[in-house]
């Protein structure tokens, strides 16, 4: 069984910055492609960001595009999602999840349903 387990959420006001982790403990995900999702209270998850296994290829929403980072360390088997100048909008739980999808160019890994495996969340609060 996969296991994910996302950190890094807090309490930040806008402009400030917040880096999430997602380990993999079991170091299975090594060839999954690792995305990030947030979901906002009465809002349903959307995209965020997606990196793919050998990190080559990084996706992101035009949301957080410029401001966010999505990174992965193999050999810490984790994830991360650096995420700067952020905005009360980004107040949400995220979550790291995993895909054995292989996709490229445009519209990759942005559908929850390209996932296998997720995490518990981790929640973030952006005050103005």
């Known amino acids: 069984q996969v296991r994910l387990v996302e950190s890094g959420g807090g309490s930040v006001q806008t402009g400030g910055s917040l880096r999430l982790s997602c380990v993999n403990p079991g170091r299975q995900y090594r060839n999954f492609a690792m995305g990030w999702f947030r979901q906002a209270p009465g809002k349903e998850r959307e995209f965020v960001a997606a990196?793919?296994?050998?990190?080559?290829?990084?996706y992101y929403a035009d949301s957080v595009q410029g401001r966010f980072t999505a990174s992965k360390d193999n050999a810490k088997n984790t994830v991360y999602l650096q995420m700067n100048t952020l905005k009360p909008e980004d107040t949400a739980v995220y979550y790291c999840?995993?895909?054995?999808?292989?996709?490229?160019?445009?519209?990759?890994?942005?559908?929850?349903?390209?996932?296998?495996?997720w995490g518990q969340g981790t929640e973030v609060t952006v005050s103005s």
């Open positions: 990196i793919k296994w050998d990190g080559r290829e990084t």
């Open positions: 999840a995993a895909s054995h999808f292989s996709c490229s160019g445009g519209g990759c890994y942005e559908s929850p349903d390209e996932y296998d495996y």
